[in-house]
Structures are given as structure tokens and as C-alpha cells.
């Protein structure tokens, strides 16, 4: 069983539609991220949180601490939001090495 | 620079072949990471510097392979005599501080490495 678990693992969505990703973590955690990858490598931070929910734009990631859950919500989303989600752990205390799940795969079709 | 730069993007190597592959941080940033992600997997981490120590090592797969960061800014992951399973792309992440809970991470784009 993987530390860091996704689901779905592929999402395919119509414009507009309301996107859920869940991650759910084993391990003892200072903080997790959520990224974003595009085709070609690049990974982009999208948020970093220990506690409670942040909102930047569109985009909506909540975390709790006890179910040892994250989710990451795209409101509106759009096909320039296709792309794998990654959520990763930053592990222990004074945790230095992220655990990434193996990513979430979305299409969204215009 | 304003990002972490890393070269080159892509790398095709022959079975045995050597590497060598660079990852510029930004400017002032005191950590250091590697992660290699194999194709349609998350990345796994590889190793960590802390200005110019390496303090975690473990994720390294073999002794072919071997990081440096010599003046704590530059670092240099080294591949030897490599093989096919060695294809993935090579991410590099730096942090402003030595503790990435409080500023996060900055990844670069990755070198891509393909072993023929």
C-alpha cells in the first residue's frame, strides 16, 4: 500500500463541471502539497497546507488532519485546467522529503 | 535566476554511458532535492541537500548514482554506467529555508532521460 494514495486516477470532465481529487496519507505529516504537472515535466506548486482549507482562483484544497484526507476542488473547470494532479506528504516534524501519490490524470473537454 | 533552471531537457544515453545532470536552484535557497519520476508514476525521492551537505541520501537507487552540490548552490546529479531502468525524468526542488513547511518548494522542468 502506497503512503500516498489518489483517487480517481484518470478524470475526464465537460467544461464547467465541478472537479474532486482525493488523497488520502499514512504517514505522520508536517504539511501537503498539491501540484500541478503539464505534459513536458514542469511541476507548478499549487498549494501547500497543514490545516483547515485554502481557495486561489478556481481552485479550492482542503485538508483533514485526523481522516488523514486532502481533497483539491476545481470550480468552472476548463480544458486549459487538463493536466495530473499531485498530491505529495511532507513527511515528520521537521520534515524535509515530500512521498507523492502517483497523480490524478484530468481531461476536461470543451 | 528566477526559477530553478535545470539542463539539459532531455538527455539520450547509450546502455553504460555516463551522465551528468544540472540543476541551477534559485538564488538564496538553503535546500536542495532530487526525485526521479518514472513514466505514469509520482516522483520518488533520490536525495537532499542543506546549503552543501547531503543529509539524506536513502532514496539513491544504486552507487551508480551520486549527487553533489559543492558550493551550496549548484548541484550536479551523476548517473554512471547507466541502464534502461535509469529512464525517467530527473526533477530538481529547491526551498528558501531548511524547513519547506514554512516557504514550500520550486520545481524546475525536469531533465528527461531516456537510456537506449
Known amino acids: 500500500k502506497n503512503e500516498v494514495e489518489q483517487s480517481p486516477q484518470n478524470l475526464t470532465a465537460q467544461e464547467g463541471e465541478f472537479i474532486t481529487i482525493n488523497c488520502s496519507y499514512s504517514?505522520?505529516?508536517?504539511?501537503l502539497h498539491w501540484l500541478q504537472q503539464h505534459p513536458g515535466g514542469g511541476i507548478v506548486s499549487l498549494f501547500m497546507l497543514s490545516s483547515g482549507k485554502k481557495k486561489h482562483g478556481r481552485l479550492i484544497a482542503t485538508i483533514n488532519i485526523q481522516e488523514k484526507h486532502s481533497s483539491l476542488h476545481i470550480t468552472a473547470s476548463h480544458p486549459r485546467d487538463s493536466a495530473v494532479y499531485i498530491c505529495a506528504a511532507l513527511q515528520g516534524t521537521s520534515g524535509s522529503r515530500l512521498t507523492f501519490g502517483e497523480g490524478t490524470q484530468l481531461t476536461v473537454n470543451p | 535566476g528566477a526559477g530553478v533552471s535545470q539542463s539539459p531537457r532531455y538527455k539520450v544515453a547509450k546502455r553504460g554511458q555516463d551522465v551528468a545532470l544540472r540543476c541551477d536552484p534559485i538564488s538564496g535557497h538553503v535546500s536542495l532535492f532530487w526525485y526521479q519520476q518514472a513514466l505514469g508514476q509520482g516522483p520518488e525521492f533520490l536525495t537532499y541537500f542543506q546549503n552543501e551537505a547531503q543529509l539524506d541520501k536513502s532514496g539513491l537507487p544504486s552507487d551508480r548514482f551520486f549527487a553533489e552540490r559543492p558550493e551550496g548552490s549548484v548541484s550536479t546529479l551523476k548517473i554512471q554506467r547507466t541502464q534502461q531502468e535509469d529512464s525517467a525524468v530527473y526533477l530538481c526542488a529547491s526551498s528558501l529555508s531548511g524547513q519547506p513547511t514554512n516557504y514550500g518548494y520550486t520545481f524546475g522542468s525536469g531533465t528527461r532521460l531516456t537510456v537506449v
Open positions: 504517514v505522520g505529516i508536517s504539511a
